[in-house]
Every structure is written in structure tokens, then in C-alpha cells.
């Protein structure tokens, strides 16, 4: 029976959030990632291993009303000068799914793209999803072309996907990751009392929107009446801060100093990332409504209770 959501790369971040929240409402989950995971609630199926080849898909579609991409194996900088990396961890396992989705085009596909790798430099308006993308990094550059790709099969086979284009996303479970997730890799730093590294001179722009926030968002797009095509859709706070902001902010939480090291800006960092998400409140009724404040708050204390 198809009767389960499939979520690829459950066992990250965002994957367990959403595994969990769908299966404390009942819905029944496959969770798939790439190496053993607990999924931190009962009621969930997991599936680990590699998935790049069609048929490795297909028992599992077989069994999935929908299907969510949030499986992704690189960072800006871990791709840097290596797009051929991009390549193998990230395209041909979404090239797969699509080619076995072919034979399920009326199953919708959420898929979890980026925001702030792919809206370049900016003045003072927010990008919204009409706005041009520039992806500075081979990261980025990926995300565009899988989304690409999506449009095709939706226009080929006449399906149905969402993609979420989400700001920085933060929140208790996000643990340190070398080059991902500067809120994780600052708390850590506070907690060893260690000086955190600052690629630029802290005036980057950048937009953090809260898990639980962006879960409702993913919960919203998946309760919705399937539209036939490929819409992207922003998730963000709407909201940009600067680097130097942000740092101010984490030591007002911790009420500690964030000890810091300055070094010169990379070329795949922007600016300035201003997004909008007025088309997530028109389409879903969805509105951010956690501060950074609070967000950050809760946060440091799972921080703290994880030790970190």
C-alpha cells in the first residue's frame, strides 16, 4: 500500500526533525540516509544505505505517497574548486530518484534546494522566487541544475514538486559540521573557549530561519493539494542580519564572549542574502514566528543539556 512519506537524508538535520514531527501526527515514515541513525521517535521505518541507481529507489516509491529530497552530501566549501564532486554526492543519486519516479509521476516530490547559495549579491530588496540566481559556489551551482531537472520531469511526465528554497536554518539537533552552520560552530567554540574563524569582516548579510518553523512549512506543502509542475517557493525569516549582528546576539544568549579571527572573504560567499517569502504565506497561510532571540535561546540550551 502507498501509504508512507519517504524522506531521503532523514538521519540530518532537518530529516529528523520532520520524520519526527510526522510521526508524532501518525503519518507513516521511510526514513533513508546514508549511514545508521536514530530517528528519535517510534513509528518510523529506516532504510540505510547508499541510494544512486534507479532500482534502488523503486521498492521504495512502491510503497510512498510522497517523497521529500532533503539528502545532500556537500557544502560551499567542500565542493570548492572540485565540481566534480557535486557531481557524484549530490546529482546523480537526484538524477536516479527522478528516473525512478518516472515510473510513479503521480507521486509529488518536495525537494529542499537552497536559498542563500544561489540569490547572489543584492541592494536592500528582498529576492523573491522571480529573482534572478547567481550560485557563487559549485554547491549552489548543483542545486540550480537538480531543480532544472525537476521542472523537466514535472513538464515531461506531468508531476507534481515543490521546491523549498530555505534561508539558514538553525535549531536544537544541528551539531557541528566543518564548514556548514556557523550558529552550531559558534556555540561550540564558546563551550571550549576557543576563537571562532570569520571568513570576511563580520558585515555578510544573511538571513536564519528556525527548524520548527521551516517543519511547518515542509508539513504545509505535503498536506496541500498536489499542482501538477515544478514551484519554488522561499522559506525564510525575512529578516537579514549581518555576521557581526548575529555574534552580538549569541552573547547576549550565552552571556558569554564569542572569542574571533578574521581572515579575507572567500569568492563563494555573498555579500548580502535578502530573501522574501510572501509566496509561502499566499499559498500556504505560512509565517515565520520565532525570533532569532528565541530561537537562539533554545538553541544554547539543548547545547547545553547535549554538551557539545
Known amino acids: 500500500m502507498r501509504d508512507r512519506i519517504l524522506i531521503l537524508g532523514a538521519g540530518g538535520f532537518v530529516g529528523r526533525h520532520l520524520a519526527r514531527a510526522l510521526a508524532q501526527r501518525g503519518e507513516r515514515v521511510i526514513a533513508a540516509g546514508r549511514s545508521a541513525f536514530d530517528p528519535a521517535a517510534a513509528g518510523i521505518e529506516t532504510q540505510v544505505g547508499e541510494l544512486r541507481a534507479?532500482?534502488?529507489?523503486?521498492?521504495l516509491l512502491a510503497r510512498s505517497r510522497a517523497v521529500v529530497h532533503l539528502a545532500s552530501a556537500s557544502t560551499p566549501g567542500s565542493t570548492a574548486a572540485q565540481p566534480l564532486l557535486e557531481l557524484e554526492q549530490n546529482l546523480r543519486p537526484?538524477?536516479?530518484l527522478l528516473q525512478a519516479l518516472q515510473e510513479h509521476p503521480a507521486t509529488p516530490l518536495l525537494y529542499v534546494?537552497?536559498?542563500?547559495?544561489l540569490y547572489g549579491a543584492q541592494d536592500d530588496r528582498r529576492?523573491?522566487?522571480s529573482a534572478p540566481v547567481s550560485p557563487r559556489s559549485y554547491h549552489g551551482a548543483g542545486k540550480i541544475a537538480a531543480e532544472s531537472f525537476i521542472a523537466a520531469w514535472c513538464s515531461q511526465f506531468r508531476a507534481a514538486a515543490t521546491i523549498l528554497r530555505p534561508s539558514n536554518l538553525y535549531g536544537p539537533g544541528q551539531?557541528?559540521?566543518a564548514g556548514f552552520g556557523v550558529i552550531p560552530t559558534a556555540f561550540g567554540k564558546i563551550l571550549r573557549g576557543e576563537a571562532l574563524h570569520?571568513?570576511?569582516d563580520g558585515s555578510a548579510m544573511r538571513d536564519y530561519l528556525y527548524i520548527d518553523d521551516f517543519i511547518r512549512l515542509c508539513i504545509a506543502v505535503l498536506d496541500a493539494e498536489p499542482s501538477r509542475g515544478s514551484r519554488v517557493v522561499n522559506a525564510c525569516s525575512g529578516a537579514s542580519v549581518s555576521l557581526e549582528a548575529l555574534f552580538a546576539e549569541i552573547e547576549r544568549v550565552t552571556g558569554r564572549r564569542l572569542q574571533r579571527t578574521y581572515d579575507a572573504s572567500r569568492a563563494v560567499d555573498a555579500p548580502r542574502v535578502n530573501m522574501d517569502a510572501s509566496l509561502a504565506r499566499e499559498i500556504y497561510g505560512w509565517m515565520p514566528d520565532t525570533s532569532l532571540h528565541e530561537g537562539l535561546r533554545r538553541t544554547w540550551e539543548w547545547f547545553g543539556?547535549?554538551?557539545h
Open 54 to 59: 534507479p532500482q534502488d529507489f523503486l521498492p
Open 198 to 200: 570569520v571568513w570576511g
Open 94 to 96: 537526484t538524477l536516479a
Open 305 to 307: 543539556t547535549t554538551r
Open 175 to 177: 551539531t557541528e559540521r
Open 127 to 129: 529576492a523573491d522566487e
Open 113 to 117: 534546494s537552497s536559498g542563500g547559495t
